[in-house]
C-alpha cells in the first residue's frame, strides 16, 4: 500500500522535518511503501496550503495520508475541516494518524471490521481536529490579552520586531525641523500618524 508523509511545522524557525524518520520507521513497520514527502512551514489554520494541495492532487485511491498527529493537519476552523475531510474521503484516502492508535488498523482492517474502524476514526479524528483548533483559538487569545495588558502597563511599548516605519518617522522629523510652532495634531495630519508617535518622536529629538 502507497503511503504520502505529510510533515508541517507553524514558523520557518521550527523544523518542519523534525518527524520524518520517525513517520519514515512507522511505515516500514506497517508495510506501507512512502511514495511521496510533503514538509512546509504555513499555520495549521490555512487551508489553502501548497505542500498539502499536492499531495492531495497526487495522491491515488486507496493511498494513506500519513501524519504525525492530527494537529499537524489541522487547527482548521470547522468549515475548513469539513471541505478538507471531504477532499481526503472524496479522493478516497485513508488518513492515518501515528499517535492515534486506532487508525493504524485501516492500514491492515478490511470488511466489517475496517468500517466499524472507519466509523471510530473518523469520530476521534474529528475530536481531535476540534481540540487542536480550540487550543489555537486559545493560545491566540493568550497573546492578545498578554499584548494588551504590556500596553496598558507602557502605552510607549511596542512588539519586539515591529519596527518603526523610517520614512514616516523621517516626515514628522522633517515637519517639526520646518514648523517648530505647528501642534502635534496638524503634524500627525500632515505625516499620516499617530498623535504619540509625534509625541515620542519629540521626546527622543529632545534627549538626543
Same mark, same amino acid.
Given at each position: 500500500?502507497?503511503?504520502?508523509?505529510?510533515?508541517?511545522?507553524?514558523?520557518?524557525?521550527?523544523?518542519? +522535518?523534525?518527524?520524518?524518520?520517525?513517520?519514515?520507521?512507522?511505515?516500514?513497520?506497517?508495510?506501507?511503501?512512502?511514495?511521496?514527502?510533503?514538509?512546509?512551514? &504555513?499555520?495549521?489554520?490555512?487551508? +489553502?496550503?501548497?505542500?498539502?494541495?499536492?499531495?492531495?492532487?497526487?495522491?491515488?485511491?486507496? @493511498?494513506?495520508?500519513?501524519?504525525?498527529?492530527?494537529?499537524?493537519?489541522?487547527?482548521?476552523?470547522?468549515?475548513?475541516?469539513?471541505?478538507? *475531510?471531504?477532499?481526503?474521503?472524496?479522493?478516497?484516502?485513508?488518513?492515518?494518524?501515528?499517535?492515534?492508535?486506532?487508525?493504524?488498523?485501516?492500514?491492515?482492517?478490511?470488511?466489517?471490521?475496517?468500517?466499524?474502524?472507519?466509523?471510530? +476514526? +473518523?469520530?476521534? &479524528? @474529528?475530536?481531535?481536529?476540534?481540540?487542536?483548533?480550540?487550543?489555537?483559538?486559545?493560545?491566540?487569545?493568550?497573546? *492578545?490579552?498578554?499584548?494588551?495588558? *504590556?500596553? &496598558? #502597563?507602557?502605552?510607549?511599548?511596542?512588539? #519586539?520586531? *515591529?519596527?518603526?516605519?523610517?520614512?514616516?518617522?523621517?516626515?514628522?522629523?522633517? !515637519?517639526? !525641523?520646518? $514648523?517648530?510652532?505647528?501642534?502635534? @495634531?496638524?503634524? #500627525?495630519?500632515?505625516?499620516?500618524?499617530?498623535?504619540?508617535?509625534? $509625541?515620542?518622536?519629540?521626546?527622543? !529629538? &529632545?534627549?538626543?
Amino acid at each position: 500500500m502507497n503511503a504520502h508523509l505529510y510533515l508541517r511545522a507553524s514558523t520557518k524557525d521550527q523544523d518542519a +522535518n523534525r518527524a520524518k524518520a520517525a513517520l519514515e520507521l512507522f511505515a516500514v513497520e506497517k508495510g506501507l511503501n512512502i511514495v511521496g514527502v510533503y514538509a512546509e512551514n &504555513i499555520s495549521g489554520t490555512k487551508l +489553502n496550503r501548497p505542500e498539502l494541495l499536492a499531495l492531495l492532487d497526487t495522491a491515488k485511491e486507496g @493511498d494513506v495520508l500519513l501524519v504525525e498527529s492530527v494537529d499537524r493537519l489541522s487547527r482548521l476552523s470547522q468549515a475548513d475541516w469539513d471541505t478538507l *475531510k471531504a477532499t481526503i474521503r472524496a479522493k478516497g484516502l485513508r488518513l492515518v494518524v501515528a499517535d492515534l492508535p486506532t487508525s493504524h488498523m485501516l492500514v491492515e482492517a478490511k470488511g466489517i471490521t475496517g468500517q466499524i474502524m472507519d466509523v471510530i +476514526n +473518523n469520530m476521534l &479524528i @474529528d475530536l481531535m481536529a476540534t481540540m487542536a483548533r480550540l487550543d489555537q483559538e486559545k493560545r491566540v487569545e493568550r497573546i *492578545k490579552q498578554g499584548l494588551e495588558n *504590556k500596553r &496598558i #502597563a507602557d502605552p510607549e511599548w511596542r512588539p #519586539a520586531g *515591529k519596527g518603526r516605519n523610517a520614512a514616516k518617522w523621517a516626515k514628522v522629523k522633517e !515637519t517639526l !525641523t520646518k $514648523y517648530p510652532t505647528m501642534s502635534a @495634531d496638524e503634524v #500627525a495630519r500632515v505625516a499620516h500618524c499617530g498623535v504619540a508617535t509625534v $509625541y515620542r518622536i519629540k521626546r527622543e !529629538t &529632545i534627549s538626543a
